[in-house]
């Protein structure tokens, strides 16, 4: 059974088609938006619609649209209205926007949507293969200085745990490659039985098909290249839809950028660090070992 089409891929791929379209018909967004062809769709709200951060509101937009970029035929404009009207639906994630940094809504609409993700994090355990209890007491030590509610550090855990959820559901689950480096591991998070559980959850996420997790270690067995000093995320979505790559950006935001430039320059990165991580084998075997030294 196909995965059930989730409303934020659903308005990235509605954007991707009506920019080929526009720019077969020769248009820019500013011709388009003077044109006048659709009310009040300004640059600002065109450019927005084109990327999929926003969907039209109306049927009656699209077709507009449609019409002004010559599309005619009546299966291509049932099928991108089909898709308009999914895109309109609400995400998951939607009743916890309140509580997420800037930036964040549109990285987890998009990740809930991919088909496979590189990641790498140089401080802690990386989101998607975090334990609840390891995330509480991310969330726990930083409320002094975050000034969180405890409704908001639960809300925030039931997101995380939620966005978990794509490398273990059973329809098409997220295909996962990540790197994890030695001092984020080490990084103590809670108590010892904390990390303790944190490194069996990673050993047993370890051994799903879907996943693969390595470990960059202090002092590789080579010559190690670029190490990123930040998280990143390279996010594939399905079909024709552009890459995508999340940042984690200064003062708590998330940057997303689908730009080919950005997108390639944070694969080489990705690749690099394959070049110098442990070979997934190696990965229960060094975390049983850092489970040892814990005192």
């Not at 987890?108 to 509480?136: C, K, N």
């Not at 990165?269 to 030294?293: G, I, V």
């Amino acid at each position: 059974m196909a995965a059930k089409p989730r409303p934020t891929v659903r308005r990235i791929e509605l954007g991707y088609e009506l920019r080929q379209l526009r720019e077969r018909a020769g248009m820019t967004l500013e011709e388009v938006a003077e044109s006048g062809a659709v009310t009040k769709m300004y640059f600002a709200k065109l450019q927005r619609v084109e990327k999929g951060t926003q969907t039209l509101r109306t049927a009656a937009e699209l077709k507009a649209l449609l019409n002004l970029y010559g599309v005619e035929g009546e299966e291509d404009v049932a099928a991108l209205l089909e898709i308009q009207r999914e895109g309109g639906s609400q995400d998951w994630w939607t009743p916890f926007q309140s509580t997420m940094p800037s930036g964040m809504p549109r990285f987890v609409g998009i990740e809930s949507a991919a088909t496979e993700t590189w990641a790498f994090h140089p401080m802690l355990v990386l989101g998607l293969l975090q334990t609840e209890d390891y995330a509480r007491r991310l969330h726990e030590v930083a409320q002094p200085v975050e000034e969180t509610t405890s409704e908001a550090i639960t809300r925030n855990v039931e997101v995380r745990m939620r966005r978990k959820e794509a490398i273990l559901r059973e329809d098409e689950p997220l295909r996962l490659s990540a790197v994890l480096w030695e001092p984020a591991l080490r990084h103590l998070v809670g108590d010892p039985d904390v990390m303790r559980a944190q490194y069996a959850e990673l050993i047993q996420l370890a051994g799903l098909p879907n996943v693969t997790i390595q470990i960059l270690p202090i002092l590789p067995p080579k010559f190690r290249g670029h190490t990123p000093t930040h998280n990143f995320s390279v996010l594939h979505l399905p079909d024709e839809l552009p890459t995508s790559v999340q940042v984690d950006a200064p003062w708590t935001s998330t940057s997303v950028s689908d730009k080919p430039r950005e997108v390639g320059r944070f694969k080489r990165a990705f690749t690099s660090l394959l070049s110098s991580a442990l070979p997934p084998e190696d990965t229960p075997e060094f975390l049983h070992q850092l489970s040892r030294e814990i005192p």
